[in-house]
């Protein structure tokens, strides 16, 4: 294969070093700052843009890190989106419980959906989760679940208000709701991925077998993968139908599973950073393709994504540790095997 | 029983589509092993092609055959521009190209033709053959056409030089080069003629559902249907897996209504994956540990 | 004497970052047979891969005066350059006879063409046998035998041959080689000749050179290099 599917390693990483503890801490300051600077529209999108980046985060655990490709991830986004919302519409939960709750039913979900598709490889499972991306917004509109899911017409939510107590807008408030969860859900996954969990996806996405023969238990990660990824997304989708305040069928269309897959891809994969990367290009990339053409803004769209995997087929992050190798080393020269002294008769 | 058989026939004329775009997709797929996820809208686009012809006064058969070319060269050209850069990228990276050239087409086409549904005219007669209650014109016609791309397709592999060179260097590409072929072109060919036949299914298929921008996702959905049924490595089991989910859909149709037909192909995709991923008659893979 | 079919000087090979020859000389003359030797390792199949452009390289390769080092592997095997790689890179889901069939692609004179297919059938009886069978169904000595003719097939200036002794029974090995130093007398077709197995490639080989870790340590006659006893010893291993 001339193909590098084997080229997205995750650099080795220990602890944090301390420039990168600064660096992350002065970033949290700035978010933190951010609902005080922008307008409510703006927060609402990036909020939106976290609760995607925890999406990608899942996505990325299953299809960078552990190999396998999931076009249909959109269904658990839909599952948790509709999971907050009928428990906030029927039953009266209070918008914060919901969220574990979604996460949970995720899992489970995941896990149950994980454990057939341990079959399927590359291509096969690539369009069983597309089928199931695409049966989502079918069966989420059909007759049986009506009664709970409001058939078409979806439901409908209250946006919460912040805590009595607190002077900010629901906006600002959901930002930081979400912005909670973010940096729970990241430092969890941050902590996995790069112990032996991590390790161990990464070996039975690049060398299955080899890991089996060394005691991994390849089945059981995998499905478990697959809940984990999906209670990320999960909880994306339960935050995100908060902050817009209904969910119905015709949101969680197979394009969001492509969305999101195009959001990992782009943000670079087996990378926690990309999911940030990828996040801010599929919540503001549309916008802004709309701005540069009224006409035909999807087909500005397909040209940013084109034009992305020519300069940087690894994703954002990808490039961004090519940068950083070339700022940081000297160039490498081509390492020479070192020869074995000879001993006899020279060559001529 | 009329009804049965009616569907059956009806089923065989759109199966002969689904047929030819899986032909297309597995062609694609034995070369650089990716579905490519924009063939559908390729096909829609090549069709839009056509009826600007006809529109401009072109008589049908010359604009048919001229919008084969057009595809064909049109699909050349897109892998050697296109997709070339990206060949040794990774296969997600490649995957969103196919998106993105998936979205471009079908914004573009909106764009240009707009998004309300225009007519296509049928080569074929208005009124039934021997005034049989069965199966239209357009049907029969539309059956036959496929049939003979078909088996243009299949001699071409099977007895000439030049298909056994694509067939080869879909196989073996670095075997391929050490006899001197041009795995490169062969590619482009490859995209090329798929483009062609999938061009073939648009002008046959457009006059039963009319010509509209998604024209083809639903069909697209139907012939990965029947290349998995069939076999995803078997181009002969990807066309008798087209024709299958053709009748089957329309059979189940009569029974279940028609807004299920779409969970049909869902149900077969999933089944199939499930009970056996090689299809019917594709190689069931042992991996050598 | 004339001047060598191929000439190569100062050849580095890499994979990747990783260097595998470092700068390396040597010839195959016309119609003759040079032999490259060496352990696992050494880089004797990275030489002829590089000879195909199918490694990055730097230095100068020489195929009857023109350059070739570069060149993509499709237009070497065009100017006349056969490589059975190791592993035999046959079609395994075409049959021997398309296998025979690809082998003459490149060429334009059709009853020489059948000519040779009859040839080849005739060196390998087995291959007659089995035409219509698909590729992937051989024994692994007629798959070397079908690697060999389908080479022939394109009727090559060079023939690049990487470990054809391996894996196969000594009596397969005999026909093999004999084959080899036929063609190489009838057809005047040059060849260059990787092998382990010293003793059989020296006795078939005109000049031979021995490669450890990616560099040449001895080179000369085949002759003088099979008398010496000492180099024999301990380089070759018998």
Not at chain 1, 250 to 261: I, K, N, Q, R, Y
Request: net charge positive; proline share 5%; aromatic share 10%.
């Amino acid at each position: 294969m001339t193909r590098q599917d084997a080229a997205f390693q995750p650099p080795p990483r220990r602890a944090l070093s301390s420039r990168q503890i600064l660096g992350l801490a002065v970033l949290l300051v700035i978010a933190c700052a951010l609902p005080f600077v922008l307008g409510n529209y703006r927060i609402f999108q990036i909020t939106l843009a976290l609760a995607y980046a925890i999406a990608l985060l899942g996505l990325n655990m299953l299809t960078g890190y552990n190999g396998q490709i999931s076009l249909g991830h959109g269904a658990f986004f839909a599952i948790g989106a509709y999971t907050a919302a009928v428990l906030m519409d029927k039953a009266n939960f209070p918008y914060w419980a919901t969220i574990p709750i979604a996460g949970i039913v995720c899992l489970v979900a995941g896990f149950l959906f994980g454990l057939p598709a341990l079959r399927l490889e590359g291509l096969y499972l690539a369009l069983a989760t597309f089928a199931l991306g695409v049966a989502m917004p079918q069966i989420l509109k059909h007759k049986s679940l009506e009664h709970w899911t409001g058939g078409a017409m979806g439901v409908v939510i209250i946006k919460p208000d912040a805590p009595a107590g607190i002077p900010l807008s629901q906006d600002q408030w959901l930002y930081f709701f979400t912005l909670f969860w973010v940096v729970v859900l990241f430092f969890a996954g941050w902590n996995l991925l790069r112990g032996r969990v991590g390790r161990a996806l990464v070996a039975i996405r690049d060398q299955p077998i080899a890991a089996q023969a060394m005691g991994v238990n390849t089945a059981m990660y995998k499905s478990l993968t697959f809940g984990v990824s999906a209670l990320y997304t999960g909880i994306a989708g339960a935050l995100s139908a908060i902050a817009v305040q209904f969910a119905s069928p015709d949101s969680f269309s197979v394009f969001l599973s492509l969305t999101l897959l195009i959001g990992v891809v782009i943000g670079g994969l087996a990378s926690i950073s990309g999911a940030f990367y990828g996040a801010i290009f599929i919540q503001f990339i549309p916008n802004l393709a709309d701005q540069i053409s009224k006409a035909a803004p999807w087909a500005i769209y397909g040209v940013f994504l084109i034009a992305f995997m020519y300069l940087m087929p690894s994703g954002v992050a990808g490039l961004v540790q090519i940068i950083r190798r070339r700022l940081s080393t000297v160039r490498a020269q081509p390492r020479d095997v070192p020869a074995v002294s000879l001993k006899g008769k020279e060559a001529r | 029983m009329d009804l049965l058989i009616h569907q059956v026939l009806s089923g065989l004329a759109t199966g002969g589509i689904y047929a030819s775009v899986a032909l297309a997709l597995v062609m694609i797929y034995q070369a650089t092993h990716l579905v490519n996820f924009a063939q559908g809208e390729i096909a829609m686009f090549a069709t839009y092609i056509c009826w600007t012809m006809l529109n401009a006064g072109v008589p049908y058969w010359p604009a048919f055959f001229l919008t084969i070319v057009i595809a064909f060269v049109g699909g050349l050209l897109i892998e050697r521009v296109i997709i070339r850069p990206v060949e040794n990228s990774p296969v997600l990276s490649v995957v969103i190209v196919f998106i993105g050239l998936l979205v471009i087409f079908n914004s573009v086409a909106g764009w240009i033709y707009s998004y309300t549904i225009k007519p296509f005219p049928s080569p074929f007669p208005a009124e039934p053959l021997f005034g049989n209650t069965y199966v239209t014109s357009h049907e029969l016609g539309s059956m036959a056409v496929t049939l003979v791309v078909l088996g243009l397709v299949f001699a071409f592999f099977r007895f000439t030089p030049l298909g056994l060179a694509m067939r080869a260097a879909a196989q073996n590409p670095a075997s391929s080069r050490l006899v001197g072929v041009r795995v490169g072109w062969m590619l482009a060919l490859g995209w090329g003629l798929a483009a062609a036949i999938g061009a073939v299914a648009g002008m046959m298929v457009a006059p039963i559902v009319f010509l509209e921008p998604n024209m083809f996702g639903g069909i697209l959905l139907y012939a990965f249907a029947g290349a998995l049924l069939g076999g995803i490595d078997s181009p002969g089991g990807a066309v008798i897996g087209g024709f299958l989910v053709g009748v089957i859909e329309n059979v189940v149709g009569v029974y279940l209504g028609t807004e299920l037909k779409l969970t049909v192909a869902l149900i077969i995709i999933i089944g199939v994956l499930v009970l056996r991923p090689s299809g019917l008659f594709g190689k069931v893979h042992v991996a050598r540990v | 004497m004339s001047a060598p079919l191929l000439q190569v000087r100062g050849l580095h090979a890499q994979y990747g970052p990783t260097r595998v020859l470092h700068g390396i000389d040597f010839e195959v003359k016309q119609g003759g047979i040079t032999t490259i030797l060496g352990a696992n390792g050494a880089g004797k199949t990275t030489t002829l891969r590089a000879m195909c452009g199918m490694v990055r390289t730097e230095g100068q390769i020489m195929l009857a005066g023109e350059r070739i080092d570069g060149k993509a592997t499709e237009e070497v095997v065009r100017r006349g350059v056969a490589h059975v790689p190791d592993g035999r890179g046959t079609f395994m889901h075409l049959t021997v006879e398309e296998n025979l069939r690809m082998g003459a692609y490149t060429r334009k004179d059709k009853e020489q063409v059948q000519a040779d297919y009859e040839r080849m059938y005739t060196y390998f009886p087995r291959l007659r046998e089995r035409r219509r069978q698909q590729a992937g169904t051989l024994s692994g000595g007629e798959q070397q035998m079908l690697a060999v003719s389908r080479a022939l097939m394109l009727r090559p200036r060079l023939l690049l041959l990487d470990e054809p002794s391996f894996g196969l029974a000594p009596r397969i090995v005999q026909e093999i080689f004999r084959i080899f130093r036929e063609i190489n007398q009838t057809e005047g077709t040059s060849m260059l000749l990787v092998e382990q197995n010293a003793s059989l490639a020296l006795q078939l080989a005109d000049e031979a050179y021995l490669l450890e870790t990616g560099r040449v340590v001895i080179s000369g006659s085949a002759e003088s290099i099979r008398n010496d006893e000492a180099v024999r010893r301990s380089y070759l291993g018998y």
